[in-house]
């Protein structure tokens, strides 16, 4: 069964910078397509990025772009969410999910796993 399991959420100042991990296990990771979804208190799950096997397929949402960065490690069965520049609107608690093979999609009910989630705040 596929687990991932986030990591490096925080609180931080506005303008301030957060690296976000996803550790994936159980299963091929190559062959997942992986998102980072958000959820803020009282608001519907958003999409953030999606990324594909290589880096030509990778998605942004609009708010985010050119502030954030996906990434993922093949060797290592790891991806990350590199944010800079974070704004008090990015405060959520942050996800990484997997579907396997595909196209890399931001719409969060085509992923079939994800991960327990972790908190970022932003603070003004």
């Known amino acids: 069964q596929v687990q991932l399991v986030e990591s490096g959420g925080g609180l931080v100042q506005a303008g301030g910078s957060l690296r976000l991990s996803c550790a994936f296990s159980?299963?091929?990771?190559?062959?997942?397509?992986i998102g980072w979804f958000r959820q803020a208190p009282g608001k519907e799950r958003e999409s953030v990025a999606a990324?594909?096997?290589?880096?030509?397929?990778?998605y942004y949402d609009d708010s985010v772009q050119g502030r954030f960065t996906i990434s993922r490690d093949n060797i290592k069965d790891t991806v990350y969410l590199q944010m800079n520049n974070l704004e008090t609107g990015d405060t959520a608690v942050y996800y990484c999910a997997a579907k396997q093979f595909g196209r890399p999609t931001m719409e969060w009910y085509e992923y079939d796993f994800w991960g327990q989630g972790t908190q970022v705040t932003v603070s003004s």
């Open positions: 990324m594909g096997w290589s880096t030509t397929s990778i």
């Open positions: 159980g299963g091929s990771f190559s062959s997942y397509v």
